[in-house]
């Protein structure tokens, strides 16, 4: 079952398709979304059921008004007048899920103890290209934990190559054999 996020996601999909609008409706989103993951302050007025809701619309007018196309701030009207503002971070996060499945983009996470240099990377990324049909956008994640070598996920397929996880599986054989 669709949840009201993901539903809401595909309708504002659906329209910024039929209006030619979707590459510039999801850069206004992606700043959307950024703008509020990086102010707490307006996040929690989001969330706030105290917040009459026309005071939350003219907040974020004045806020994203004259930075994004008029198809995203009523979008953004829409949802604050459907009382759904305390979930716009999820809405936004899933219309970028729904656009990357439109677009055939996937998304592969590398992490590595100190971080890969651009050789590396390059070597990572035309690996995964060559495994996948579509775009490929290649973030990089920094775990110390991971000792050395790199762990590669791509959806729910992971590729192991850390030092990590071989010490790891070295420990559980030697178990073993202790055992029996």
Avoid: C, W
């Avoid at 009382?83 to 936004?92: K, P, S, W």
């Avoid at 996470?109 to 990377?121: R, Y």
């Avoid at 992971?158 to 055992?179: E, F, G, P, Y």
């Amino acid at each position: 079952m669709a949840t009201a996020d993901n539903r809401y996601a595909k309708s504002l999909m659906d329209l910024t398709i039929e209006a030619g609008q979707l590459d510039a409706v999801r850069k206004d989103l992606k700043l959307m979304l950024s703008t509020i993951e990086q102010n707490h302050e307006l996040a929690l007025l989001l969330e706030s059921p105290i917040v009459k809701k026309d005071k939350k619309i003219s907040v974020l007018t004045a806020i994203f008004e004259k930075k994004i196309s008029k198809v995203s701030m009523s979008f953004l009207t829409l949802i604050t007048n459907k009382n759904r503002e305390a979930q716009l971070v999820a809405i936004l996060k899933a219309f970028e899920e729904q656009y990357k499945t439109h677009n055939n983009i996937f998304t592969a996470v590398v992490t590595s103890a100190k971080g890969l240099d651009q050789k590396t990377k390059d070597k990572v990324l035309e690996l995964v290209k060559s495994q996948m049909k579509g775009e490929v956008e290649l973030i990089e994640k920094i775990d110390a934990g991971t000792i050395g070598g790199f762990v590669l996920r791509i959806g729910d397929k992971q590729i192991d190559r850390s030092v990590a996880s071989d010490l790891h599986n070295l420990k559980k054989k030697l178990t073993n054999k202790a055992l029996n």
